[in-house]
């Protein structure tokens, strides 16, 4: 049995939510990735803070993780999208943990068109093999549960693929 872990960046509890069910869903262990220093604004100022990161690449010191990713088979990735692209606290975690041959699955939450955000994820996990994709929009505000029963789906499609 392949030892999978999700890991995860959450702002507004999209992508936690999607992630927490994922796990329970398959068995896997969870990391949430917390900045020491997060982001307070949940406002207009959110965009204007959180766009700032972004642009000027800043990888945000996070508080130390519970478990090891380089332990695991299978690592399933989450991230809300700022900016077209992922969040700072997983450049943090690329830069810290670098994936080399793992088999990964990726999935995204956002409020709008994420344009080439994926793919920016994507290019982050260099060395692995991404076993599936999942783009979720508007996942608290538009049936919840719909979004959960087909990330769960994805989620078993992935591990049978991994």
């Given at each position: 049995?392949?030892?999978?872990?999700?890991?995860?960046?959450s702002?507004?509890?999209?992508?936690?939510?999607?992630?927490e069910?994922?796990?329970?869903?398959?068995g896997?262990?969870?990391?949430?990735?917390?900045?020491?220093?997060d982001?307070?604004?949940?406002?207009?100022?959110?965009?204007?803070?959180?766009?700032?990161?972004?642009?000027?690449?800043?990888?945000?010191?996070?508080?130390?993780?519970?478990k090891r990713?380089?332990?695991?088979?299978?690592?399933?990735?989450?991230?809300?999208?700022?900016?077209?692209?992922?969040?700072?606290?997983?450049?943090?975690?690329?830069?810290?943990?670098?994936?080399?041959?793992?088999?990964?699955?990726?999935?995204?939450?956002?409020?709008?068109?994420?344009?080439d955000?994926?793919?920016?994820?994507e290019?982050q996990?260099?060395?692995?093999?991404?076993?599936?994709?999942?783009d979720?929009?508007?996942?608290?505000?538009?049936?919840?549960?719909?979004?959960?029963?087909?990330?769960?789906?994805?989620?078993?499609?992935?591990?049978?693929?991994?």
């Amino acid at each position: 049995m392949l030892k999978t872990l999700v890991v995860y960046y959450s702002f507004e509890g999209n992508t936690r939510y999607i992630a927490e069910a994922i796990a329970k869903e398959l068995g896997a262990d969870i990391q949430e990735l917390k900045p020491v220093k997060d982001l307070k604004s949940k406002g207009f100022g959110k965009y204007v803070w959180g766009g700032r990161q972004v642009m000027t690449k800043k990888e945000p010191v996070l508080q130390p993780l519970e478990k090891r990713p380089e332990d695991y088979d299978v690592i399933f990735i989450g991230t809300p999208v700022w900016v077209y692209t992922f969040a700072p606290a997983l450049r943090s975690f690329f830069v810290k943990y670098p994936m080399k041959r793992k088999k990964v699955a990726l999935f995204i939450c956002h409020g709008g068109g994420p344009k080439d955000a994926m793919a920016k994820f994507e290019a982050q996990v260099g060395e692995c093999t991404v076993i599936g994709k999942l783009d979720l929009m508007n996942v608290l505000d538009e049936e919840p549960e719909q979004k959960k029963k087909a990330a769960l789906e994805w989620a078993r499609k992935c591990v049978d693929a991994a």
